[in-house]
C-alpha cells in the first residue's frame, strides 16, 4: 500500500498533467489482457499521448480546477484516461482502432479543447484528417498558384511567338489607311510624281508698241 506522501505525489503530478492538456478520453478497460494492454500504451504514446489506469476518487480529486472537472465528477465502475496536449485527432484515431480490435475497452466520453463530447463525436473525430494531413493539404494548396504561375512564364515565350505571327497574319501591324495587300511586303512601290501646275508665259510688252 502506498504512503500518504506517495498518494499526495501521484495526485500532484496527475493534476498538472491534467491542467496542461487539450484531449482527454475516459474509457474503461475490464477484461482487457495484459497483452492488449500493452499495445493499447504504446498506440497511446505513438500517438504523442499518454494512457493511465486511476482510482475514481483520484481522478476526480484531479481534475478539480482543470478544465477536466465536468469529465472526472462522479465516476462509476473502472475507469481509464487516454490524454494528450498535442493533436486529438491522432489519439481518437489510436483508441479507436484499439477499440475495433478489443470489444473489452470501450469509451465513456471525452473532452477537446474545453469541451466535454459524447462517444459518437469521438468516433468522428477519429474520422477527421490528422494534423499532419491537414498540413500536407494546405501545403498543396499554396503551392499549387505558384505551379501555376511556373508553368505561365514557362510558356510565355512560346505564346508570344505565335500570338505575335498570328497578327502579322491578319495586318495587325498594317499602318492606317494603307491597304491589306501592303502590310508585311518588305518592297516599296514607287509612286506617281506629283503634278506641277503648268508655268504661264508671260509676254511683257513695251509701252507703245
Same mark, same amino acid.
Given at each position: 500500500?502506498?504512503?500518504?506522501?506517495?498518494?499526495?505525489?501521484?495526485?500532484?503530478?496527475?493534476?498538472?498533467?491534467?491542467?496542461?492538456?487539450?484531449?482527454?478520453?475516459?474509457?474503461?478497460?475490464?477484461?482487457?489482457?495484459?497483452?492488449?494492454?500493452?499495445?493499447?500504451?504504446?498506440?497511446?504514446?505513438?500517438?504523442?499521448?499518454?494512457?493511465?489506469?486511476?482510482?475514481?476518487?483520484? /481522478?476526480?480529486?484531479?481534475?478539480?480546477?482543470?478544465?477536466?472537472?465536468? @469529465?472526472?465528477?462522479? $465516476?462509476?465502475? #473502472?475507469? =481509464?484516461? &487516454?490524454?494528450?496536449?498535442?493533436?486529438?485527432?491522432?489519439?481518437?484515431?489510436?483508441?479507436?482502432?484499439?477499440?475495433?480490435?478489443?470489444?473489452?475497452?470501450?469509451?465513456?466520453?471525452?473532452?477537446?479543447?474545453?469541451?466535454?463530447?459524447?462517444?459518437?463525436?469521438?468516433?468522428?473525430?477519429?474520422?477527421?484528417?490528422?494534423?499532419?494531413?491537414?498540413?500536407?493539404?494546405?501545403?498543396?494548396?499554396?503551392? /499549387?498558384?505558384?505551379?501555376?504561375?511556373?508553368?505561365?512564364?514557362?510558356? @510565355?515565350?512560346?505564346? $508570344?511567338?505565335? #500570338?505575335? =505571327?498570328? &497578327?502579322?497574319?491578319?495586318?495587325?501591324?498594317?499602318?492606317?489607311?494603307?491597304?491589306?495587300?501592303?502590310?508585311?511586303?518588305?518592297?516599296?512601290?514607287?509612286?506617281?510624281?506629283?503634278?506641277?501646275?503648268?508655268?504661264?508665259?508671260?509676254?511683257?510688252?513695251?509701252?507703245?508698241?
Amino acid at each position: 500500500m502506498k504512503k500518504r506522501s506517495e498518494k499526495q505525489q501521484d495526485l500532484d503530478n496527475l493534476k498538472t498533467e491534467l491542467a496542461r492538456v487539450s484531449t482527454v478520453i475516459l474509457t474503461t478497460f475490464q477484461g482487457i489482457t495484459v497483452e492488449n494492454d500493452t499495445k493499447l500504451r504504446r498506440a497511446v504514446q505513438a500517438a504523442g499521448g499518454k494512457y493511465k489506469v486511476v482510482k475514481n476518487t483520484l /481522478a476526480e480529486r484531479a481534475g478539480v480546477g482543470t478544465p477536466t472537472e465536468k @469529465l472526472l465528477k462522479d $465516476l462509476k465502475g #473502472t475507469n =481509464s484516461i &487516454a490524454y494528450s496536449e498535442h493533436d486529438p485527432v491522432a489519439l481518437a484515431k489510436a483508441l479507436t482502432k484499439i477499440a475495433k480490435d478489443v470489444p473489452a475497452f470501450q469509451f465513456k466520453a471525452g473532452l477537446v479543447e474545453g469541451r466535454v463530447i459524447s462517444i459518437a463525436e469521438i468516433q468522428q473525430l477519429a474520422n477527421l484528417p490528422s494534423k499532419e494531413e491537414l498540413l500536407s493539404k494546405i501545403m498543396f494548396l499554396l503551392n /499549387a498558384p505558384a505551379q501555376r504561375i511556373a508553368m505561365a512564364l514557362n510558356a @510565355l515565350p512560346r505564346n $508570344l511567338a505565335i #500570338t505575335v =505571327s498570328e &497578327a502579322i497574319k491578319a495586318n495587325k501591324f498594317a499602318s492606317p489607311g494603307a491597304s491589306p495587300g501592303d502590310a508585311g511586303s518588305g518592297e516599296k512601290k514607287s509612286e506617281p510624281a506629283p503634278e506641277v501646275p503648268a508655268r504661264t508665259t508671260e509676254v511683257s510688252t513695251e509701252k507703245g508698241q
